[in-house]
C-alpha cells in the first residue's frame, strides 16, 4: 500500500530537519499540525541538495548534484521515488501546486556552489533568489493552500523573509564558507578587509528584508502564521547579535544562539504573538 511508503517518506524528511536544524524544527511545531510533513518534505529535499555541495567533499559532487537533479525530474514526473526524500517532496509539488520554476532556480544556485567564487551584485541577487527566496515560496504555496490571490499578494514578503534569512546565515557562515568553501558570496567584500563599514552596509540590506517580511507575516491565515514569526523571531534575535559584535569577530567564530536560548526566545515569541505585539 504506498500511503504506508509515503508514511515512512514523510517521517524520513521529519528526521531531516529535526537532525539538521533546531530552530526550524521548533518553528515547524507551531504550524497547524496539517502543515508539518508538507514543510518537513521541502526541508528535507532542500537540505540535501544543500549537503551535497557543502558537505560531500571527496565525491564528486557536481555528478551527485545532477543525478539528483534528473532524479527530482523523475520523482516529480512519475509522482513516485524509491528516495524517501523525493518522493515526500514531490507528493508536496503535487498537492500544492508548486512550480517547477521554482525548483529549477533553486537547483540552479546549488549548481553555482560547486565553483569557489566571489560573486558580483547579478549573481548574488540570483544566488539569493535560488537558495533562500523560492524556498519561501514553496512553502507559502503550502500556506496559502490553493489561494492564488493571496500567494500572489503575499510572494514579496515571503522572498524578502528568505533573503533576510539567507543572508544572516552568510553572515553567520562567513568564517567556514571562506576558509573551508572558498566562497564570499557579498558582492565587492573582500574577507582580509572587511571591516565596520562593510558589515553595517550589508546590516542595513538586511534590516529592510526583516521589516518587509514582517508585514507579510502578519497577513498570513493563523495555521502558519506562529510558526513563521518564530523563525523570523530567532533569526532577528541572532542578526541583532551578530549586529553587536565588531567585524573582525564574524571572520574568526560562527556566531550562534545556544539552545537553551532558542527555548526562551520561543516562549517570548509565544507571549508576543499572544498579545498581537508583532
Known sequence: ??????????????????????????????????LHDPIYSIYGFVRFADEIVDSFHG?????????FRNETICAISEKISLNPILNSFQKVVHDYNIEWELIDSFLISMEMDLEKVSYDQPNYEKYILGSAEVVGLMCLRVFVKGNDELYHSLKPFAKNLGSAFQKVNFLRDAKADFEILGRIYFPGVKINSF????????????????????????????????????????????????????????????????????????????????????
Open 59 to 67: 565525491y564528486d559532487k557536481k555528478v551527485l548534484l545532477e543525478k
Open 1 to 34: 500500500m504506498k500511503q504506508l511508503f509515503d508514511n515512512v517518506s514523510a517521517k524520513c524528511s521529519k528526521l531531516v530537519t529535526q537532525e539538521y536544524s533546531t530552530s526550524f524544527s521548533l518553528g515547524i511545531k507551531f504550524l497547524n499540525k496539517k
Open 195 to 278: 571591516d565596520a563599514q562593510s558589515k553595517k552596509n550589508i546590516e542595513e540590506d538586511i534590516e529592510k528584508d526583516f521589516k518587509q517580511a514582517l508585514l507579510g507575516i502578519k497577513q498570513l491565515p493563523p495555521d502558519s502564521r506562529m510558526g513563521v514569526y518564530l523563525a523570523y523571531y530567532y533569526y532577528k534575535n541572532l542578526f541583532n547579535k551578530i549586529k553587536s559584535l565588531p567585524a573582525h569577530r564574524i571572520l574568526n567564530e560562527r556566531i550562534r544562539i545556544h539552545n537553551a536560548q532558542k527555548f526562551g526566545l520561543m516562549f517570548e515569541c509565544m507571549i508576543r504573538h499572544q498579545l498581537n505585539m508583532l
